[in-house]
């Protein structure tokens, strides 16, 4: 079974402070995906990253594949509350048909205080 | 369009009651998924379907039934359900070969 976990589990910082989230895992991904949840609503897409050592800035929020894609880290620059939410990592490999096989990493709750 | 939808947005049903969730996507996405979702945990894969045949099924129990009549919709028909099934059941849809799935906002779903 995959595992991936995600460090810290609950984050509550002020608004203008940078963070840093974590993902890791023994097992070696095709490709790595971070994901955003609002309460009751779908999973939103953030990123993708798929080569190792992999670096791409969305805005204020970097992210970084590992060397060996079994790890990750989202790290977010002058938070705001509209960043509060659920972040999810992503492991994703490809079945025999060509559809995604997925596991989501244990979560980080984030929560920016104005 | 690149939304994916499910009806209806909530449920409550009782034990004995059979219900089901429809999800909808006209992307041409040919690989379709189910999840469940407990609070504060994250999904679980429960079905993986791939030109409208089951790819996977993660030992999910029988009382949940997974269709695929066409390309475009994927239902989960419920019956018997427990109260531990409640919880929020996303549905997601992907191109096949590619790094993408788009979700849809989830059915939350109370089992009484």
């Known amino acids: 079974t995959q595992l991936l976990e995600q460090s810290p589990q609950f984050l509550s910082i002020q608004e203008g402070e940078n963070l840093t989230v974590y993902c890791n895992s023994s097992?070696?991904?095709?490709?790595l995906q971070w994901y955003r949840q609002e309460p009751g609503e779908g999973p939103v897409l953030l990123v993708t990253v798929v080569t190792g050592g992999e670096v791409k800035k969305l805005k204020r929020l970097t992210f970084q594949f590992g060397d060996a894609r079994k790890d990750s880290s989202l790290h977010i620059t002058a938070a705001q509350p509209g960043d509060t939410g659920l972040y999810l990592c992503?492991?994703?490999?490809f079945g025999s048909g060509g559809y995604q096989k997925v596991t989501f990493g244990t979560g980080t709750k984030l929560q920016v205080i104005p | 369009d690149t939304e994916v939808t499910q009806t209806p947005k909530h449920l409550v049903m009782g034990m004995t009651n059979k219900k089901s969730l429809k999800c909808e996507q006209h992307m041409g996405h040919r690989a379709m998924y189910w999840y469940k979702q407990k609070a504060k945990k994250p999904p679980e894969l429960m079905f993986v379907y791939s030109y409208e045949k089951l790819s996977i099924n993660e030992s999910v129990p029988s009382r949940f039934s997974p269709e695929c009549p066409n390309s475009s919709l994927l239902n989960l028909h419920l019956h018997a359900l427990q109260p531990e099934d409640s919880a929020l059941y996303l549905c997601a849809s992907s191109q096949l070969n590619t790094d993408t799935q788009y979700f849809g906002p989830g059915t939350r779903l109370t089992v009484l």
């Open positions: 097992s070696v991904f095709s490709s």
């Open positions: 992503a492991g994703e490999t």
